[in-house]
Structures are given as C-alpha cells and as structure tokens.
C-alpha cells in the first residue's frame, strides 16, 4: 500500500504547515507528514509553504520536529535554498533531522549537498518542470505533480530504480489508480480520507 504523506499536514482539515495541521495528521494515522522549510531574514528556521513575511508568526522547525518525534515520519522540502545561503539553511537543517527524516527539492543541488553531509538520508528530487529523471541520479525516489504524471513515466522511474510518489491527490478514485501502478507514496492534503480509501482497496 502507498505511503500516505500528509501535505502541509493534514491542511484539508487546519491551516497548512501548522502545528494543528500535524497534530490531525497524527490523529488519522498519517505515515509521513511534508512540509516546507525556510529561512527568516534573521535566520530563523521556520515552516512555511512561501517565503516568511515579518507580518506573521510561523512555527520553527525545531518545534515541528519536538511534535513529530517518535509519533510520525517527516518529509522536509527544501523551498529555494539557494535563497538562504547565508543562513547555511541546508546543512543546519540536517543538523536537526533524525536519520529516517526525508528531504525533498526541486533542486538537484542542495540534494547533492545533502548527500555529501548525510549520504545514509533519504531524498525526493521533484521531476518536471525543467528537471529530468537523469538529473534524479542519487535520489531515493522521484516526486510527480498529478497533474503532469502518466502511467509510463511512473513505469520508466520504477524501472530505473526509484521510488515514486505523487503530489497533491485528494480524489479516492485517483489514489486508487495510482496505488493500482503501485506508487511509492501519495502527498495528499487529505489524509484520512487517504488511509481509509487504501484500507479498503
């Protein structure tokens, strides 16, 4: 069965990239929570889906990661890192994470460097959008947008070794083709919907 991976947490349900949000993933028996980490202007780490505005309070990863311990997996993403060089927001992000922690980017770059500093962690590099399978070479799995995914790409990742999970899905009947091509894991912003329509295919 796909993994369920809570997108932004359970956002269908709280806001999303909220300490709610995770909380209700747990709750339904989400096996991952993703979220988005970024760098304030005083560098700060916090979660947040677009770039921090000093307008709003957002919670840092140090706070998500004490929820989610020991209670969930965790799938970070990297938003734009090259942004944040100067706050060293790579590799102060893996000094955080546990060793089952997943990080996830568009951007074959900052995974590379991930995988020079922890090569034992997991990575998603996101295809489409300008990035091939190729450029995917050291990745743990592929991550594809649904909207852009077809049978044969997810075929081709499968066969060339990577694991293979999709984002954002929140229609059963999708959930159920894609555990049919037997995807990897699903990035849902509904995941107790997920879990329940899986557990009864």
């Known amino acids: ?4 991976i809570a997108h932004r947490g359970a956002s269908w349900d709280e806001p999303e990239n909220t300490l709610p949000a995770f909380r209700r993933a747990i709750e339904v028996g989400a096996d991952y929570v993703e979220f988005d ?7 700060r780490l916090v979660v947040a889906h677009d770039r921090p505005r000093a ?6 990863l140090e706070e998500v990661l004490e929820l989610t311990a020991g209670r969930i997996g965790v799938m970070l993403e990297l938003k734009h890192p090259y942004l944040y060089r100067r706050h060293d927001i790579v590799p102060r992000t893996l000094e955080l994470v546990e060793d089952d922690a997943v990080i996830l ?3 074959p770059g900052a995974l590379r460097t991930i995988r020079r500093l922890r ?3 997991r990575t998603i590099q996101h295809v489409g959008y300008g990035v091939s399978l190729r450029r995917a070479a050291d ?3 592929v991550g594809f947008a649904n909207e852009r995914v077809s049978p044969r790409a997810v075929a081709r990742a499968q066969s060339a070794g990577f694991g293979t999970t999709v984002y954002t899905v929140n229609e059963p009947a999708r959930m159920l083709e894609l555990a ?3 995807v ?3 990035f849902t912003d509904r995941p107790d919907l997920a879990r329940r329509t899986l557990a009864a295919r």
């Open 1 to 4: 069965m796909p993994l369920v």
């Open 37 to 43: 980490v970024h760098a304030t202007k005083d560098g």
């Open 55 to 60: 307008s709003r309070t957002y919670p840092t």
């Open 105 to 107: 980017s568009f951007e």
């Open 119 to 121: 090569p034992h962690l």
């Open 139 to 141: 990745a743990w799995a």
């Open 180 to 182: 049919a091509l037997g």
């Open 184 to 186: 990897t894991g699903i």
